[in-house]
């Protein structure tokens, strides 16, 4: 016998204790467990419903009537045309067509804080993103130097940044895949 003293089916209380606290143990391991693997899948869901209504509000601000007007107004347009036709909007008219540079800025920033996915942008208005930019670009670089705001040099950074990782990801893009019909599942961002 050892040194404790045992119960009546023949287990001392060390050995029982020890026993049944191993068992409670386990059972609030594999609860944790548990408990681990369904708040990530909870929080999975949580992020793609907070995109979703992230990329609603995007879609419903790309589709704003003044925006509209401003896309259609300069479909096809090249910079400089496009430089003469900004300077030659009367004062309102030209706050309507900086809907559009604030929609590129504000979407620039949201990727910039990692809120949006560079994938996602790339995928969904990354030539948009660049094509825009082009169009804005001489009129911003203007209004940088002009501007008598402390934070004139920072207009429209973000996007500027932001058309520049497209660009370059369009082009490594292209440079890995010089033959059209091959694909694979890599990411390339």
């Known amino acids: 016998m050892s040194g404790g003293v045992q119960m009546w089916w023949g287990v001392d209380w060390a050995a029982w204790l020890l026993s049944v606290s191993t068992a409670v143990l ?6 944790a467990l548990y408990g681990i693997f369904s708040s990530r899948k909870a929080l999975r869901e949580d992020a793609r419903a907070r995109n979703t209504s992230v990329f609603l509000e995007i879609g419903r601000r790309w589709d704003d009537p003044d925006v509209m007007h ?3 107004a300069t479909y096809d347009m090249e910079a400089g045309r496009f430089y003469g036709y900004f300077h030659d909007l009367e004062r309102l008219e030209q706050i309507k067509a900086r809907k559009i540079a604030n929609f590129f800025e504000d979407l620039a920033v949201l990727e910039s804080l990692g809120s949006l996915d560079m994938q996602w942008i790339e995928e969904s ?3 948009t993103i660049a094509t825009y930019w082009k169009l804005w670009e001489l009129v911003t670089l203007e209004e940088r ?12 950074e973000n996007w500027e940044n932001l058309a520049k990782k497209v660009v370059q990801l369009r082009d490594r893009r292209e440079y890995h895949h010089p033959r059209k019909g091959r694909w694979h599942r890599r990411k390339h961002f």
């Open 125 to 127: 208005m990354g030539t």
């Open 70 to 72: 401003i896309r259609a």
């Open 145 to 156: 130097q002009t501007e008598a705001r402390a934070d004139a040099a920072l207009l429209y």
């Open 26 to 31: 386990a059972v609030g391991i594999i609860g």
